[in-house]
């Protein structure tokens, strides 16, 4: 089965620190760039950060530059997500999915497959 699963959400107070973790099977992990979205309640989703398939690109959302770190051990099948110096506007439900890219990473919708996500609650 093709699947990505997120672990390592929590609570935690502001100015703290989550890692976040995206394990992939079923697919030749690889082979596809890794984005994190992010869901707020009541919002829309946000792109936060991406990966391109052996890790020498990565991007981020202006709201996260400087926090958060985005690695990639392919031979775990592994994307983290370092989110340090968290903030209450970083409370959301977040979801890596993997995309097909020939180069670099987007950070757009078109993804091939999501996670069901992990929640994060930044308390102030």
């Known amino acids: 089965e093709v699947q990505l699963v997120e672990f390592g959400g929590g609570l935690v107070q502001a100015g703290g620190s989550l890692r976040l973790s995206c394990v992939g099977s079923?697919?030749?992990?690889?082979?596809?760039?890794i984005n994190w979205f992010r869901q707020a309640p009541g919002k829309g989703r946000e792109a936060v950060s991406c990966?391109?398939?052996?890790?020498?690109?990565?991007r981020y959302a202006d709201s996260v530059k400087g926090r958060f770190t985005i690695s990639r051990d392919n031979a775990k099948n592994t994307v983290y997500l370092q989110m340090n110096n968290l903030k209450p506007e970083d409370t959301a439900v977040y979801y890596c999915?993997?995309?097909?890219?020939?180069?670099?990473?987007?950070?757009?919708?078109?993804?091939?497959?999501w996670g069901k996500g992990t929640d994060v609650t930044v308390s102030s």
């Open positions: 999915a993997a995309e097909q890219v020939t180069w670099g990473c987007s950070m757009s919708d078109n993804m091939a497959v």
């Open positions: 079923g697919f030749t992990f690889d082979d596809y760039a």
């Open positions: 990966i391109s398939k052996k890790g020498g690109i990565d």
